[in-house]
Structures are given as C-alpha cells and as structure tokens.
C-alpha cells in the first residue's frame, strides 16, 4: 500500500491532467481517498453539457480506475 506521507504518489495536478484527458471539462473538486485499498485521487468534472463526472486516478500511478457520471444535483453552482 502506497503511504501518502512517504510522497509515493503522483501530484493533483498529474491527476487532474489524467482525468481530463478521459473526460473534457473543468475540474470542480479533487479528494484523496481510499477506494478497496487503493489510494485514488477522486476527480470531480463538470462537462460543457453540465454532467458532472467523478475519475478515479490511481494515486501512485496515475492510471485510471474508474468513471462514474454524479448527480449534478449535488454540484450546482
């Protein structure tokens, strides 16, 4: 397991390049998380159709784990 103290991670920014790179769009909030034991950076993108989707980024690799589409309901602005 990685530990996010001993910086055996990639940067936000490297996440929040990755997951745009999957889905186009402006970034509206990151979290670190644990998902199943795996540290993923959660990258939240609102599209310039107005869904949101949330990426998961592999925190120490920077590969993608996941996508999901979010309600927007809980992301208005």
Do not use: C, W
């Not at 991670?9 to 186009?24: C, F, K, L, Y």
């Not at 949101?52 to 925190?59: G, M, R, T």
């Amino acid at each position: 397991m990685v530990n996010p103290m001993n910086g055996q991670r990639i940067t936000i920014e490297q996440a929040m390049q990755n997951a745009r790179q999957q889905v186009p769009g402006q970034v509206i909030h990151v979290d670190l998380d644990m998902e199943n034991g795996l540290l993923v950076y959660e990258v939240f993108i609102s599209t310039a159709t107005g869904k949101v989707y949330q990426v998961d980024v592999n925190a120490k690799t920077g590969a993608i784990v996941d996508i999901d589409q979010e309600s927007s309901m809980f992301f208005n602005r």
